[in-house]
Each structure stands twice: as structure tokens, then as C-alpha cells.
């Protein structure tokens, strides 16, 4: 790549790299981590909308019931609110089958029944939500495993989505790990890149959803709005072009890879917490993934991101965390450079200067830090970025 600074010869009437973000401001909203609660030993409260009630068989439920589930032996449904609750006081208990102890600042999960989540997160006008995208997966990418959605809406009220799904059969891979061996690690390494192949058999000539609108937390070629922390940033759609050339001026450099070439779908967060497999006793056997999920970033990008992107995101580290001394000490790229070498594998083109260019622009908010530190592969550049 020939590096030189790049000029915009007439530049554009706002410019992201010059102009500030907008300060945070603050607005009153309902809690993620209060949406669900449950107010009996049969009843879960959700939003301003929806009841989920547990019933001893199908011939107990009322005939306004808008979904229903059986699991382990019980009966489930959603019945709507009626009024719907129209303020913002939460209700019930919020920790009772809250998943992995409680809600992180991005989304909540909650156990409805054994075998079914109801999983939570905010909501802007214009968002493509995650069960959107599902949805489209399914319908033009079969091949490609997700979750089952029993059910999903939105909560203008609280500004939030919520989608019903059931379980993903198998193990979450980040748990699976330490149980298989290198040619199983492999194994899944392949078809998790076949599916990224799969998915980017779609294309575009922009920087957008499934459904048209820009992709969540994504830059803007426009002037932002003052906007409290919590609410999702749904940006305009951004032409590939208009892409090339802020990336331009961003890393200073008279090329970007993937001029011309249109862009692919892509899960950009197939991290080891991302997705799910089976563990088979034998270790001759080899694991199937069994399914993805975490579908609401995905979007419309250049192709060479869906190899690279794993050499340069800590998300997708995965530790050995054993206590046994005969196995070797780890360091938790072992993921990233599998995956990433099985995606070039099935022709997505691996550009590591673009990652380390994108690194030194995120270490100069931390002056005097080492790349190393921020780009976690043994294979990419090291060197301390003094400029």
C-alpha cells in the first residue's frame, strides 16, 4: 500500500474528523435492566406491553394470547397489556432469572421458562432490529444457523426491542474450547468461516442493513444530533464511495482496499461468546456449530473486514483457562488467527496494514501505548506507535 497523506480536494461541508461529537445530554427512560421482572411465581411483567404468564396446560390459557410455548412440561404465553402501562416505573423482581446474574449496559436477558429467553435492548426510531435480521437471514441465507424467534416487538414506550427465543442447542463455544482438540478448534474454525461465505454471497453499493438504514454505532457523514448515551445512533446509509474516501483521509493513504469491489454481508462479531456447538465425547468426533446469534451490528462491509477483523479485536480471544501444568500457557489468540486464516481460506482477502492503521488511530487516545496492546495477534505489527 503506498502511504502519503491524502487531500480531499473539495471537502465535504462537515467533516467527522474535524468536528466533534456532540456532548451526551440526559433524558428520562426506563431502565434495561428493569424491563423484566417478575411480579409472581407465574407471572413476568415486560415493558409497557406484554404479560408472560405460566399456565398448567394449553386448555388454561385465554383466547387473546399472542404467542405460546410448551417447555419442560409447562405451558408458557404472552398476553398484551391492556391498558398499556404508560409510565416508566418498573415492577417485580428484576434479578429473578436475569441471565449471567444481570443486564449489561447493551441488553438484558431473562429466563421466561428453561428453555426460552427473552432478550432486551434499546430501541430508536428507524433501527433495524436484531429479529429483523434474523428474519432475513433465514429466509435468504437457510444455511446459515440462528436462533428460533417465538416472538418479537417494539416498546415505544421505554424505547426498547425485545425478542422470545428459544435456546440454542449445544455449548457456547468460550465454554466449549478448553475440551477440544487443535483439528476440533479447526474443524470449527471452517465452518464458521463457510457461513461467513454464505452470508456474503449478498451485496450492496452501501454501508447499510439488511433492511436500508445505517448500520447502529456506525461513523456519520453528517452532523450528529444531541442524543442521550442509550439511545442507538441510526445513521443514514453511507454509499461505498463516500466510504473510501473518509477512510481515506482517516488513515492518510491514497488507497483502500476494496475500490470497486461491492460490499458483503457480514456478522462483524463472531466472537467465542457469539456462537454455539456440540461437544462430542470422542475427540475424534468433530463439533457442528450449531447456531449464531448476536445479529444486530450485522450489516453491509467491505469483504477483507471479515478476516481481518478477528486479528485486530480482543472480543474474539479465548483463554485455556487450566490449572494443569503439562498444557501449554496460552495467551487467548489462538481463535483469532484460526478463524481468520479460515476466512482467507474461502477468499476473503486479509489486509493487516488496514487493521494496524486503524489501531495506531484508537493508541493515539492513549499516548505512549504499545499497538501490541490493542491489536492481539502474534502475527500482525508490534512496533510502539510514537506519532
Known sequence: MQRAIYVQPEPLSFDPLIHPRPAKCSAIHAPLDETVGLIDD???SIGSLMFCKKFKDEKDMPPDVVCSWSDNGATYGLLKRTPPKLDLVSEGNHEAGAFGGFACPHHGIWNLSPGVFCRVKFWSEGLTTEASTIRFVNKHVPSVPTE??????????????????????????????LGFTTEQKLHVADQVAEHCRALAELTSDYVETVEGTGIDGMFSLRERECLPHWI???????????????????YGVLDVPGAGEPLVLQHPDLSPGNFFVTTPSDPKEMPKVTGLIDWEHVGYNFKWQVSSRPRGVRDFRVYDFSS??????RNGTDWQWMLSNACVREGFPLELEVMFDSVKEFVICYPGTQAKNFICSENLPTQEVSD
Open 232 to 250: 442507538p445512533r441510526v445513521e443514514p446509509r453511507v454509499a461505498r464511495d463516500d466510504y473510501l474516501a473518509y477512510l481515506k483521509r482517516l
Open 324 to 329: 494443569n501444568p503439562d498444557l501449554p500457557n
Open 148 to 177: 428460533e424467534i417465538l416472538y418479537d416487538w417494539v416498546d415505544r414506550v421505554w424505547n426498547k426491542t425485545v425478542i422470545i427465543t428459544r435456546a440454542v442447542p449445544g455449548t457456547v463455544y468460550k465454554d466449549a474450547w
Open 42 to 44: 407465574e407471572c413476568w
